[in-house]
């Protein structure tokens, strides 16, 4: 039993490390409450782009796919990923995107070019076919309308094809297309990344909250219930917080979302620099959250706003170029490796700390196209980031908790120190259970670390993931995707003081589930 053996190898140099002091500090407290892992964090993104939809979501005719044309084995990979919603149809592709193209009768339907990432679209996949396979694999579906060359109206129809219950001429129209019933969509974007130069209909800050107001009170009219995603800026090169204080001014008391998007790289191959993002992601979040106070000081009974991470993830390898814009061969497929999927930790520990704020996440994207899932004709492997984005989804509906962190830190390239250990906790009170997730960011260095707890009784059985390997470039293929799969063990901590010791390996991410009475 070569894991149990490596555990008791950690424990007992974590004793040694502590006859001399350790060398970091997690303080755990219950009472220290942030707020609800909402369940929305472990959304997806699944976009009109590359092999996304056609041969991955959607592949008709092919062996693998059922009577519908859904790819099973990719649904079967959701299902266990543990999704939770789905946004769709983008992203770039959503702002010129007609969603009248995508309905009616497959063979009838018009292929358009596709004027945001190059290529011809069938629209053989549409809202219907969107929308069944959200209840097929039963998450909740997320709609983003086009704020770029679209219309008001258009987004006002689209709520009216999908959730009015009476006899009105779009849902007479979704009844003649196949489905009585209404879809009820609940979450609805009002455009993506507006403030980009890059977007088709791209408009500055004071016109895209004009369009936005009056989309929002036309899709209010239809349903009242929904709720809207306002497009937060995504061009952190210009002025942002400018885009995001107008917005959340104009829109303060009609929106239940602002967005934010960020993709992160290691260009420079400096494993410590790379995870150091983590930074960023803080900054964005606590500076947006401020704006959002700063917009509702003053207001009487304030509308709540949170924060939908409604893009993220890494992504810097297969950037499109204008060639390959230019013949549709914009594929966005990144191969992932052992480090990408120890960024997946930085990510996560960032919306569990401010999960007061953050109420929503989106990896971008789904299969294929920068994803943890990858499929050809005979089937899929699972890249290396697929675990850790299902092994933290196992957290949803926990309290996050406000831990007290002390680790030896370092000083990234341009940027502040900040410490090797970079820690988010979560407590299931039903369960009687807490969750300690730790990355440890450091490339050479195994930290000793103290785990105390205030609140109830520690048990000395704890459970452990750990993603760990070598090889920091390690990726799968087909019919090799368990390479860098986590390790799972259980192991009899020695409390002493209602906490216990525990060495976590350099350059990994471990989950310690820990028993509390």
């Known amino acids: 039993m070569p894991g149990m053996k490596r555990l008791l190898l950690l424990m007992i140099l974590g004793a040694v490390a502590f006859a001399q002091g350790p060398q970091a500090r997690i303080k755990i407290d219950t009472d220290r409450k942030v707020g609800e892992v909402h369940p929305y964090l472990f959304g997806n993104f699944a976009e009109h782009l590359g092999r996304c939809i056609y041969g991955g979501i959607y592949e008709e005719k092919s062996p693998l796919a059922d009577a519908q044309g859904y790819r099973k084995d990719v649904m079967e990979a959701t299902k266990a990923l543990g999704v939770s919603i789905l946004r769709w149809p983008g992203g770039n592709f959503a702002s010129g995107y007609n969603w009248k193209d995508g309905i009616g009768p497959k063979d009838q339907r018009p292929a358009r070019p596709d004027h945001a990432w190059g290529d011809i679209d069938s629209n053989r996949f549409g809202t ?49 297309n196949g489905r009585d019933k209404p879809y009820n969509v609940k979450i609805w974007g009002l455009g993506n990344e507006i403030d980009g130069p890059w977007q088709l209909g791209h408009k500055n800050a004071e016109d895209y909250s004009k369009f936005a107001l009056e989309a929002a009170k036309a899709m209010r009219r239809v349903d009242s219930s929904i709720q809207l995603i306002a497009s937060g800026s995504s061009n952190f090169g210009a002025d942002w917080i400018g885009w995001n204080r107008t917005v959340l001014q104009q829109l303060k008391s009609e929106i239940d979302y602002i967005s934010l998007h960020t993709y992160i790289g290691n260009r420079e191959g400096n494993f410590e620099n790379f995870l150091a993002n983590g930074q960023n992601v803080d900054h964005y979040i606590e500076i947006t959250e401020g704006l959002i106070r700063a917009a509702q000081s003053g207001v009487r009974n304030p509308r709540p706003i ?11 390898r297969a950037r499109s170029s204008a060639s390959e814009f230019a013949t549709g061969a914009t594929r966005l497929e990144e191969i992932y490796n052992y480090e990408d999927a120890l960024a997946r930790g930085m990510f ?17 994207q789904l299969v294929n196209v920068i994803a943890p899932m990858f499929t050809n004709k005979q089937g899929l492997f699972l890249q290396p980031i697929y675990f850790p984005i299902a092994e933290y989804g196992k957290q949803r509906g926990n309290t996050a908790l406000d831990a007290l962190v002390s680790s030896p830190t370092y000083q990234p390239a341009g940027r502040k120190p900040l410490g090797y250990l970079d820690v988010s906790v979560t407590h299931d009170a039903k369960g009687g259970a807490v969750y300690v997730n730790v990355l440890n960011r450091s490339e050479k260095q195994d930290i000793a670390t103290r785990i105390d707890n205030v609140e109830g ?8 993931w750990e993603m760990n390997s070598n090889d920091f470039k390690a990726t799968h293929t087909f019919g090799d995707d368990r390479r860098v799969a986590p390790k799972t063990s259980t192991l009899t901590a020695r409390i002493e003081k209602n906490g216990f010791s525990y060495t976590f390996p350099k350059h990994s991410l471990t989950i310690l589930k820990l028993k509390v009475q």
């Open 457 to 464: 009784a520690l048990q000395p059985a704890v459970s452990v």
């Open 306 to 316: 949170y924060i939908a991470y409604d893009e993220w993830n890494v992504w810097y």
């Open 128 to 176: 219907d076919e969107f929308l069944q396979y959200c209840e097929r694999i039963g998450v909740a579906p997320y709609i983003c309308i086009n704020a770029g060359y679209g219309t008001v109206n258009e987004a006002r129809e689209w709520v009216e094809y999908t959730n009015e219950g009476r006899s009105t001429y779009w849902a007479d129209q979704r009844r003649k």
């Open 348 to 364: 996560f520990n960032s919306f569990f700390r401010h999960a007061t704020i953050v109420k929503m996440a989106n990896l971008a």
